[in-house]
């Protein structure tokens, strides 16, 4: 059963158009079901009617010409009630509704079962039978199954407008006149107009499916050049580096190169191919085996080739997908589309050339969309029907404020978009005039605005928005862009770089955040569940040689510097942690002391990130100079919710009373030890989450740059009273929603809608 429905699904995506595909459902279910009739009846984007789009066994002249009206026939009451209707004979039942061109009398067995994506119905799947018996649990539960994995494929063609096609014709005008607008979530606000450039992740033997050959020559042909074109690769490598690498390395090439000959690994894929395997799947077999082989060997030295062959074999299979290790032309105005954008392709872009980044997987607390945000790049996240196989070269609007995205936009739609970047871009040019001024309320309350940085280019940034100091250094970021881990001398040039920049104002370094989805190329790390695995604090207490070097360059960094040097300590979750990690920077002092640079001890303070730290927070800030939360996690940890996972990024709140209620509970045991507190989550940058954590007693807010003058405007705007009595309602509410609504409602009547985007319906 798996197989066949594995099988429909891979029919349907591959199909060539939406028409085909739904003609491909009806079919195989038919034939998988062994029933007389499958038929499909999709709602139309008016959501008034339920038209029938394909049929398998009924009259083919009405399909696209019948439709049933919400209410009429049991089509919609499947629809309504949103689950699977099994009747023995239909036409007894009371909401029947004869159509007499369909030719459905004969068929009295009904099984019908939604088609739902996001809660959201947005079809009927129907199967009918002659005899009158009621379709079995398990054919139900087959058509139930079916139905929820076509439903992302139907989704995709209401996001693309097929299915307005369906309803208003191919040439239809009205389909043209539309711009269609594909869903995120926001992951980096502003708005930006540009050309799409796709970027694939590396191709995956794991991914490729078992296949036939449809035409044995052709994947005869496609292996030839995909392998020519890995052996080509080879030679100019092995020529590129034939000056610096000894022979022996070099050796490694020519072995490649015989690995693919016919008497090797070429020969056996080919045969394979012969027998009427599809080019990629003879690939992954003989990879596969040849892989297995070499793992079995015992020779230590043997068994690494089984690495090399894995190797090629990816290579192979890049070119077999056209997913070639092609180079990458920036437009200027490119806007970076991938399945999953990750931190380590930002690092790769020309400056000046991005405008845009629109990543499938993620949501808007991914570390890329933080990236963004420090970038003052728009971006949207989680864009799940993008059909980014095609849009490659494409125009596009990509709206970061409220997550959508539109491409090849009409000219009007253009010239719309184009006055509200003109309308943000006055905006931020009267904010510059804020720099200098200190982040005072109307009613003389003070707060600090730091940033959160790490990137090449941050320092300006940041230093032009007037930032007081760095909140949150996210160390993380030059040890992604090195093939290895970097030295301590490597190190501390780049945080002296910072620190002199920023002297005398205060320096906050994080020590090494890796795991979760923050991954170093030369130091995997492969998990389960990573976010709640060998994260952060955890990972270098475990490796002590990785934190001391790093701790040395901090502290030797800040020689004979008046700043404050911050060492901040990510993913606490016990005492003992802390008190190690302590442990390890007082020697880390001491040595650097003994060397005989003149250094000054620096502040230790740890970042609240997981619900225990919340519960220890007063034990916490009685051993630590700071404490900083870290809402971004904490938020992740507090609901539950992968903060990149697009499927459940609306539970993802920043702002639900229990994150609030903790981020009240740290700041209030902070206050009673006398322990400075602070905050480097998104939500600090947040001109709602500002005013609540301010009034919440929060003395040092850190964020992006980008974000840095909006929130200065909106403290310098504000009382703080009126900031404590927002709380005080604030703290009273049930869900973010509310919280939400109050906050925009309450900023408005103070006069600051300009922080609180309205031009949305
Ligand atoms: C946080 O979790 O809020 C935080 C600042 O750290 P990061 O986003 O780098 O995980
Ligand atoms: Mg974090």
Redesign the pocket.
Known sequence: MLTSLRRIIQDVAAAGSFREALDIIVRDVRTTLGTEVCSVYLLSPEADRYLFVATEGLNQEAVGKLSLKLGQGLVTLVAERAEPLNLQDASNHPRFHYLPEIGEEPFNAFLGVPVIHHRQVLGVLIVQQRDNRRFDEEEEALLVTLAAQLATIIAHAEATGDIRKLFHGDTGTEAMATDVMFRGIPGSPGIAIGTVLVVQPPASLEGVPEREAEDVTTELILLDRAINAVRGDLRRISQQFSKSLPPEELALFDAYLHMLDDNALAGDIRERVRRGLWAQGALKQVIREHVRRFEAMEDAYLRERGADVEDLGLRVLGYLQDISTRKLHFHDETILVGYEVTPSMLANIPPGKLRGIVSVRGSG?S?VA?LARALDIPAVMGAVDLPIATIEGQSMIIDGIYGELYLNPSAQLQESYRALIVAENQFATELEQLKELPAITLDGWRVGLWV?IGLPGDITRSLDRGAEGIG?F?TEVPFMTKERFPTEEEQRVIYREHMVAFEPRPVTMRSL?IG?DKALSYFPIDEENPFLGWRGIRVTLDHPEIFMVQARAMIKANAGLQGDLRIML?MISSMNEVEEAKALIHRAYIEVLEEGVQVKQPLVGV?V?VPAAVYQARALARRVDFLA??????TQYMLAVDRNNPRVASLYQETHPAVLAALLEVARAAHRENTYVGI???LAGNPIGAVLLMAMGYQVLSMNATNLPKVKWVVRNIRRSDARRMLVRVLKMNTAQEVQSYMRAQLVRAGLERVVPTYHA
């Open positions: 607390s570390h933080i959160n949150l996210r955040d979760g990510p970042m990130e939360v870290g809402s971004n996690d904490l480097c989550g998104e």
